[in-house]
């Protein structure tokens, strides 16, 4: 044993920054260590749409539901408006079709900015129950308000695990090629967890990729989140996403075609012909959106498990080993509850505040899954 009593957190995405948030306020000593920067991978190309009940009937209700209402107190105690662009919402149902097929318009009056054949099929939710942040912004925020508490940012690549003889104890983590003490070890590195499949047990850890562009259109646009059915010239049906954000910005995000996971986040780009897609779909949504050049144009990879599920918890052959990773679609969502849990685990030795069973590291998940299982459980 080393005698160290530090935290070490391995990537520093909305999942590690805030778990260093939430375990240097209990005190613990903390190091977070990224192998490039802060909010560099998916945690920064993000929408950073919440919504409280989205997934109420699963078993992620209580992660989804506590982690909507800690960003609500986060914002308050953070000044999250200002600070991260922290607002409430509306969300909408939209299908653009190609030719206007006789689908009639809901809510028009609210939704005038939208094009004509834009038909909006309903409101997913208001005010009360979804919302949204910058994802950089508050990846950076936790960060920050980590390192107020005491926490260290270092950059580095972790690759390896230093373990007390028996290999039954986890004492430290090399990061490149140094071994520094820790009593716990958390690995957050989103999809790259797959990497640590070398150091301890973990269920299977992979990744979807995603495109999105950030527009600055002239007028203001609504607070409205669009959820949208574009039927593309050759008659295929895709699901892009459009979030207005509170500097004026207007983000838009769909899933692209599978690719490799670079090694550096930096590395990953947009998928080819994936901007002037998107750009289309913004001018088909509203008049306000078109003749722009995307200020940004990014890829990233989500981190999935094979069942879909997040992945919270000791690692079960390692002692002092935690993992909290595999957060999908709703990794923005779903961090300041997965913060809470772990500083519980880690400080308390029980989880409390969510019931981690069906997120357990050491559930079974063989290989049996195809790629089109893990495509459809993670949308
Ligand atoms: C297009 C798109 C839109 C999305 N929109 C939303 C949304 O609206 N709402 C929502 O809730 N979620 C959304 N998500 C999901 C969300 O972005 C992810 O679930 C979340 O960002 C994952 O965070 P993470 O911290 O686990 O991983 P990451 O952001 O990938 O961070 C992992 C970090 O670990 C570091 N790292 C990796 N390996 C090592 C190593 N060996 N040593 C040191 N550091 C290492 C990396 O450099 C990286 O910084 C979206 C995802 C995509 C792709």
Same mark, same amino acid.
């Given at each position: 044993?080393?005698?160290?009593?530090?935290?070490?957190?391995? =990537?520093?995405?909305?999942?590690? @920054?805030?778990?260093?948030?939430?375990?240097?306020?209990?005190?613990?000593?903390?190091?977070?260590?990224?192998?490039?920067?802060?909010?560099?991978?998916?945690?920064? +190309?993000?929408?950073?749409?919440?919504?409280?009940?989205?997934? &109420?009937?699963?078993?992620t209700?209580?992660?989804?539901?506590?982690?909507?209402?800690?960003?609500?107190?986060?914002?308050?105690?953070? &000044?999250?408006?200002?600070?991260? =662009?922290?607002?409430?919402?509306?969300?909408?149902?939209?299908?653009?079709?190609?030719?206007?097929?006789g689908?009639?318009?809901?809510?028009?009056?609210?939704?005038?900015?939208?094009?004509?054949?834009?038909?909006?099929?309903?409101?997913?939710?208001?005010?009360?129950?979804?919302?949204?942040? #910058?994802?950089?912004?508050?990846?950076?925020?936790?960060?920050?308000?980590?390192? *107020? #508490?005491?926490? !260290?940012?270092? $950059?580095?690549?972790? #690759?390896?695990?230093?373990? @007390? +003889?028996? @290999?039954?104890?986890?004492?430290?983590?090399?990061?490149?090629? *140094?071994?520094?003490?820790?009593? #716990?070890?958390?690995?957050?590195?989103?999809?790259?967890?797959?990497?640590?499949?070398?150091?301890?047990?973990?269920?299977?850890?992979?990744?979807?990729?995603?495109?999105?562009?950030?527009?600055?259109?002239?007028?203001?646009?609504?607070?409205?989140?669009?959820?949208?059915?574009?039927?593309?010239?050759n008659?295929?049906? *895709?699901?892009?996403?459009?979030?207005?954000?509170?500097?004026?910005?207007?983000?838009?995000?769909?899933?692209?075609? !599978?690719?490799?996971?670079?090694?550096?986040p930096?590395?990953i780009?947009?998928?080819?012909?994936?901007?002037?897609?998107?750009?289309?779909?913004?001018?088909?949504?509203s008049?306000?959106?078109? @003749?722009?050049t995307?200020?940004?144009?990014?890829?990233?990879h989500r981190?999935?498990?094979?069942?879909?599920?997040?992945?919270?918890?000791?690692?079960?052959?390692?002692?002092?080993?935690?993992?909290?990773?595999?957060?999908g679609?709703?990794?923005?969502?779903?961090?300041?509850g997965?913060?809470l849990?772990?500083?519980?685990?880690?400080?308390?030795?029980?989880?409390?505040?969510? &019931?981690?069973?069906?997120?357990?590291?050491?559930?079974?998940?063989?290989?049996?899954? $195809?790629?089109?299982d893990?495509?459809?459980?993670?949308?």
């Amino acid at each position: 044993m080393t005698g160290s009593t530090r935290t070490i957190v391995c =990537g520093a995405g909305v999942i590690g @920054s805030c778990i260093a948030y939430f375990l240097s306020r209990r005190g613990v000593e903390v190091l977070i260590v990224d192998k490039s920067d802060v909010a560099s991978a998916a945690s920064g +190309k993000a929408g950073g749409f919440l919504a409280r009940d989205w997934c &109420d009937g699963t078993v992620t209700e209580q992660l989804c539901q506590v982690s909507f209402d800690l960003h609500q107190e986060l914002a308050d105690t953070l &000044d999250g408006a200002d600070a991260y =662009g922290y607002r409430p919402m509306s969300a909408y149902s939209v299908a653009i079709p190609n030719a206007t097929r006789g689908l009639r318009a809901a809510h028009e009056k609210e939704t005038a900015w939208l094009s004509d054949g834009c038909f909006v099929r309903g409101k997913l939710g208001d005010i009360g129950n979804t919302a949204q942040v #910058n994802p950089e912004q508050f990846t950076r925020a936790m960060l920050a308000g980590a390192v *107020e #508490n005491g926490a !260290t940012l270092v $950059h580095g690549t972790v #690759n390896g695990v230093n373990t @007390s +003889k028996m @290999s039954e104890t986890i004492t430290g983590v090399y990061i490149d090629g *140094e071994c520094v003490d820790a009593k #716990n070890t958390v690995i957050a590195m989103g999809p790259w967890t797959a990497d640590a499949e070398r150091w301890m047990r973990l269920p299977g850890i992979d990744s979807i990729k995603g495109d999105s562009l950030v527009l600055r259109p002239r007028g203001k646009i609504p607070a409205h989140a669009l959820f949208i059915d574009y039927e593309t010239a050759n008659g295929d049906w *895709e699901s892009p996403e459009l979030f207005p954000r509170p500097d004026g910005t207007v983000y838009l995000c769909a899933e692209s075609d !599978t690719e490799p996971l670079a090694e550096n986040p930096h590395a990953i780009n947009a998928s080819d012909g994936a901007g002037s897609r998107l750009l289309e779909v913004a001018g088909a949504v509203s008049p306000a959106l078109r @003749s722009i050049t995307a200020e940004k144009v990014n890829g990233c990879h989500r981190p999935v498990a094979h069942d879909g599920l997040p992945v919270i918890g000791p690692a079960h052959n390692l002692k002092g080993a935690w993992v909290a990773t595999g957060h999908g679609p709703w990794g923005i969502l779903n961090a300041p509850g997965t913060a809470l849990v772990m500083s519980e685990l880690i400080c308390d030795g029980v989880a409390k505040a969510i &019931d981690l069973r069906a997120f357990s590291a050491n559930r079974d998940l063989s290989d049996e899954l $195809h790629d089109e299982d893990l495509a459809s459980e993670a949308s």
